[in-house]
């Protein structure tokens, strides 16, 4: 090897050198202006951690990751990531390319509603958890989707009987791992126990569009101010079940 090609590669493993040290705080650097803020940073930019991060109505707790430096080299961005909130927990891998293109693999973790409520603007309460095997956006919507959300304890409040309505536990699973305005991903929704026998089905339709279509029948244990609720929302048939459709955007 030439005496060049040695300065070169020395080069190359000391800048590198330099980068895989280079502390998680010049993450502020980075950051958008204002609109993301991040605290207590600890570690480096590969393998670092955070103590909060709040953008928008948003904030999270200990935030920790591990980038991939190799993927740069192809033009995209993986990391490991695990945060919590308000006693929620997230981990997933994470890879951004640069088409825009973000895709969410192994993600894991359980959501108490009730903080979300800023978010759905839903009174709403319970836990869901999450096992997405695959989950991939692009600026033309999602592109595939294949995984598990389960919610348990579901409950509204009734504003004019001053009760909490209990409505149970449910079940939507995906198996899209292509999706186009052809073949929209569809999720089966079930319900897995409580005062309501739920089955039907959300359809999500690029780029931001989704609907949903179920069949909803009483359980002889449905509190009556849950089957005043029911008759108001959605039409019911012959063999006392409920058709309730709905669709719009997000």
């Known amino acids: 090897m030439s005496r060049k090609r040695l300065l070169?590669?020395?080069?190359?493993?000391?800048?590198?050198?330099?980068?895989?040290?280079?502390?998680?705080?010049?993450?502020g650097s980075f950051l958008p202006g204002d609109d993301v803020n991040v605290s207590g940073l600890s570690g480096s930019l590969w393998n670092g951690s955070a103590s909060g991060i709040s953008f928008g109505n948003t904030t999270l707790g200990y935030t920790s990751w591990s980038l991939n430096p190799l993927y740069?080299?192809?033009?995209?961005?993986?990391?490991?990531?695990?945060?919590?909130?308000?006693?929620?927990?997230?981990?997933?891998?994470?890879?951004?390319?640069?088409?825009?293109?973000?895709?969410?693999?192994d993600a894991e973790g359980f959501v108490d509603l009730r903080?979300?409520?800023?978010?759905?603007?839903?009174?709403?309460?319970?836990?869901?958890?999450?096992?997405?095997?695959?989950?991939q956006i692009s600026d033309a919507g999602p592109e595939a989707i294949v995984g598990t959300i389960?919610?348990?304890?579901?409950?509204?409040?009734?504003?004019?009987?001053r009760r909490v309505v209990p409505l149970g536990?449910?079940?939507?699973?995906?198996?899209?791992?292509?999706?186009?305005?052809?073949?929209?991903?569809?999720?089966?929704?079930v319900d897995t126990g409580g005062p309501l026998e739920l089955a039907g089905s959300v359809i999500l339709t690029p780029?931001?569009?989704?609907?949903i279509d179920a069949r909803i029948k009483p359980r002889q244990s449905a509190p009556p101010n849950l089957l005043q609720g029911l008759t108001m929302m959605a039409p019911v048939g012959p063999d006392g079940t409920h058709s309730f459709q709905m669709s719009s955007s997000f």
């Open 150 to 161: 389960r919610v348990r304890n579901l409950e509204f409040p009734d504003p004019i009987n």
């Open 207 to 211: 780029p931001n569009s989704y609907a």
């Open 8 to 27: 070169q590669l020395g080069s190359l493993v000391f800048v590198f050198g330099l980068l895989w040290q280079a502390p998680a705080r010049l993450i």
């Open 72 to 105: 740069l080299l192809i033009g995209s961005a993986k990391l490991q990531l695990t945060t919590n909130w308000a006693g929620n927990e997230l981990t997933a891998g994470v890879r951004a390319s640069l088409t825009g293109t973000i895709s969410i693999s």
């Open 115 to 135: 903080s979300l409520t800023p978010l759905l603007d839903l009174p709403i309460s319970g836990q869901a958890s999450l096992a997405m095997t695959e989950l």
């Open 169 to 189: 536990d449910y079940e939507l699973s995906f198996d899209s791992d292509s999706i186009s305005l052809e073949e929209p991903a569809e999720g089966l929704l």
